[in-house]
Every structure is written in structure tokens, then in C-alpha cells.
């Protein structure tokens, strides 16, 4: 904690004390052996979330690797620079093979690649302002349909995101968001219990309501998929007709972004008469 802030132990279900220090000592190896640091952050969330499945990813990523890499003497600066490209590594890693039999991938795509695509379509935003790209494959040939926009927090101005995600959804693209939802208070405002912005604590906190409006009320994304357990899924018709899912990383497969992606690639598909027709959003 802060210097002058009170400690609070915080209880992580589905994963134990000595599975805690091996996830410690997995960061600790990671740091050294790989060259980026947000390649170590993203193959260690991964792993640890993968060998206690039942525990909530969000609680995993806020207080066993964030306050263990602030144990570390990181500050926030440091943390924010890392953590978003880990994640969206951590992303790709994780459901590279469960979108393979339906012949979708999360890509991240270099910089001159992903310009290239959103000027063939006319999209007058940066390659930037999308974190990964959905690509499904159609008579083999790689076609981008959708984005994803990939934050640890709804904190971290997913307004920037908005008009990337219009366009993109205004040309018939798909685009969704995946967030953590990590969010805790300590004391003396709050017990370091990762409820999240979108309703964890109480959906009737009208800050909560406000952000949950960006996709149930007004529908700036298709969906938004919130790996934090604590966060209320819309669970019905919104006005938007649009979505906030909550789930784990590691539930039976096909999950709900899984079924999401691959639903939605299908009905898609059907809009491309044949390979030439694909046209621009073909690389």
C-alpha cells in the first residue's frame, strides 16, 4: 500500500498461499528470462490463471501481479506501460486455440498493416485506437472483421475508444470491448475488494449505471466482455440490445466470447459473395 495508507489482507478465492509464491516466483523468472516485460506479465497471468481456473482473473491480475510488481518497487507509470500491451498479449495467447477451429484469430497487427486496412475502408482513426484485430479466414484468405479494444479498467478513458468503435461498427465491422473491470478502494474508503466500475459493488452507483450506459444504453461497443466475476452481466434485453458479459478465462469451451465471435463471423461470412468481393478488408 502507500505510504501512510493502512494494509488490508485481501482473501483471493480458487487459489492458495503456496500457489500465491509460485505465482511470485514465476513473475520473478519471467522478469529476467524474457526481453520485454509485458511478454513476462502476459505468459504469467496466463499460466497462474490457468492452474487455479476457478479463481477470478480480475483479482488475479490486480492483487497477486500488480501488487506483487509493486512489491517490486514499480510504480503506476510503470505498470500502465507494460500492463496494456501484456494483456492484449495475454488475450491472444489464451484464445489463439480456442477460435482455431473456427478459423478466427485475435491478431496485433504492425502498424503500417493496420493503417492500411482502416484506409480501405475510409476510417479516418489511428491504427493506435485498436488494440487487436479480428480476423476470420474465407476461402484462404485472412479477412479482418471486427476489433477489440482491450482495457484493465474502464477507468483507463474507454471514451478514446468510442470512435474507432463506431467506425468500425458504422461500416457492418464488429467491436468489442475486454476488460478486467479492476477496481478497488483502500482503506479508509474501501476494503481493497476488486468490485470493479460496472456495478460490483452496487448496479445502482450512478457512476456504475453511467458506464454501463456506453454499451446497454447507447451502444458505442457490440459487446463488452468483463473477466472480472463480480461484475453484473446485463443478463436481458437493453435498450441498445447490446451486451456486458461476465465470465472467467477458463470455462468450458465454446465460451460466451468464443460462441460471440464465432456466431458473429458466420453471419458475416454470408455477406461475402465470393473472394473478390471481400475487396478491402481482404490482407
Known sequence: MSAGVPSKWVTVEGITDAQVEQSRSIIDGLLITE????????????????FCPTANPSDIWQHIVYRHLLNKKWNDARWKRVSGFALERAFCAIYSPRLRPYKIRMSILKGSTANE???????????????????????ENWIIFGAVHVKSSIAERIQDDVPASLAFMSRGLLSIALTMDAKSYPPPHGDC???????????????????????????????????????????????????????????????????????????????IRNKDSAGKPVR
Not at 526481453?35 to 490457468?50: D, G, L, M, P, Y
Not at 466482455?225 to 456486458?244: E, Y
Open 117 to 139: 486496412f482502416l484506409r480501405g475502408i475510409g476510417a479516418d482513426i489511428r491504427s493506435t485506437k485498436v488494440d487487436l484485430f479480428l480476423e476470420g479466414n474465407h476461402n
Open 193 to 271: 475488494v476488486n468490485y470493479g466500475e460496472l456495478g460490483g459493488r452496487s448496479v445502482g452507483i450512478e457512476k456504475a449505471r453511467i458506464k454501463r450506459d456506453y454499451v446497454e444504453e447507447h451502444g458505442q461497443f457490440d459487446g463488452l466482455f468483463s473477466f472480472n466475476l463480480r461484475t453484473p452481466a446485463s443478463g436481458g434485453a437493453t435498450p441498445s440490445a447490446k451486451q456486458i458479459y461476465s465470465m472467467s478465462l477458463h470455462e468450458p469451451q465454446p465460451d460466451q466470447l468464443v460462441r460471440f465471435l464465432s456466431e458473429w463471423w458466420d453471419r458475416y461470412r454470408l455477406t
Open 35 to 50: 526481453r520485454q516485460a509485458s511478454n513476462a506479465v502476459a505468459k504469467v497471468f496466463a499460466e497462474i490463471t490457468s
